[in-house]
Each structure stands twice: as structure tokens, then as C-alpha cells.
């Protein structure tokens, strides 16, 4: 009786999030609402990695710089899924600081990844500094599939953006 009556029952946070305004005014949640929980995310101040004057010139549908196309369809992918993430957020590692190219925060379990896209892996000297970075993560316990993703991309073989949204729906909801 007590898992028939808790699965036909909403939970405490979903309970408050349908209260009309007005009413969310008489209480104070114990936790924080995903939307308040992401803007106060999001609103940490950071620096990401500075642009060199000759290199091109991207924007995403939210109008922030980004260094490749590729970059362009994650971010615009996970802004249409409402996932929220900081472009180039500075991570530190122990003795190490990476940039990664989105750090992005998992709503449902308040999980923090980062997600790095490698797209010139048809280039012998990049692999090589990618697998480098790869052992900074896991000697760090960033973990692919745990709390980091790695997408890759050659000129025979692009980016799939069925593929990024299939990543980010998997990991990110």
C-alpha cells in the first residue's frame, strides 16, 4: 500500500513547483527549485580562455563566442534542452587547470560534467595532446560517462548533431 500510495504521489519539489505564485510566496522550500538552482549556476563569474585576433569568428544562438562550428551546434543544442552550461569554464585539477569546452549541469541530479569535443582527430600531433589531456582528467577522476564527456570528429567522419542531442538527453536530463 505505502509504493502504490508513493507512486501515484508527487514529489515534495514537483508539489511545489505546480503551486500557483502566489501560494510559493507562503513557503520556503527546503531546496532550491531547478530554476533558481541553475541561475544561481549559471551565475558564478569566471573566465574563459581569451580569442586571438585572427581566429574566426562564431557565435551561438545566445550570441556568445565559440571556436568552431561544432561548438556552435552543442551549445545551441543543449540551450534548446535547456540544459544550462559556462563555455570554457575554468576546471582545476590537482597542480592543473583545464578549460573545458562546456561544463554543464545535470538538473535532475544537480551533477556537474564537462564536456570536451575534439574536432581535428585526423591531425597526428592534436591526437597526441588529446590523449594527454584525456590522462589529466582520469588522473583526476574525471571519468567518461561518469561526470565527462569526450566527442571526436575527423573531416571523413563530422560531427552528428543527432548524436550530440542523443549525448546531451542520455547524461544532461
Request: aromatic share 12%; proline share 3%; net charge positive.
Given at each position: ?24 510566496k507562503l513557503f520556503s522550500p527546503v531546496t532550491l527549485s531547478n530554476t533558481d538552482f541553475a541561475s ?100 583526476n577522476n574525471w571519468i567518461v560517462g561518469k561526470n565527462l564527456i569526450f566527442t571526436m570528429e575527423t ?19
Amino acid at each position: 500500500k505505502i509504493n502504490d500510495l508513493l507512486s501515484t504521489t508527487q514529489a515534495p519539489q514537483q508539489h511545489y513547483e505546480n503551486l500557483h505564485i502566489g501560494r510559493k510566496k507562503l513557503f520556503s522550500p527546503v531546496t532550491l527549485s531547478n530554476t533558481d538552482f541553475a541561475s544561481h549556476w549559471l551565475a558564478v563569474e569566471y573566465k574563459h580562455k581569451s580569442f586571438e585576433q585572427t581566429s574566426i569568428v562564431l557565435f551561438t544562438s545566445k550570441g556568445e563566442r565559440v571556436r568552431s562550428k561544432s561548438e556552435v551546434i552543442i551549445a545551441d543544442t543543449l540551450n534548446r534542452l535547456g540544459i544550462p552550461y559556462r563555455y570554457e569554464f575554468p576546471i582545476r585539477l590537482k597542480n592543473y587547470t583545464v578549460h573545458s569546452d562546456f561544463y554543464c549541469l545535470n538538473l535532475c541530479t544537480r551533477q556537474e560534467f564537462a564536456w570536451e569535443h575534439f574536432g581535428m582527430m585526423d591531425d597526428g600531433e592534436y591526437v597526441q595532446r588529446v590523449m594527454e589531456k584525456q590522462n589529466i582528467y582520469a588522473k583526476n577522476n574525471w571519468i567518461v560517462g561518469k561526470n565527462l564527456i569526450f566527442t571526436m570528429e575527423t573531416r571523413e567522419c563530422p560531427l552528428n548533431s543527432k548524436v550530440i542531442e542523443k549525448i546531451a538527453l542520455t547524461c544532461l536530463c
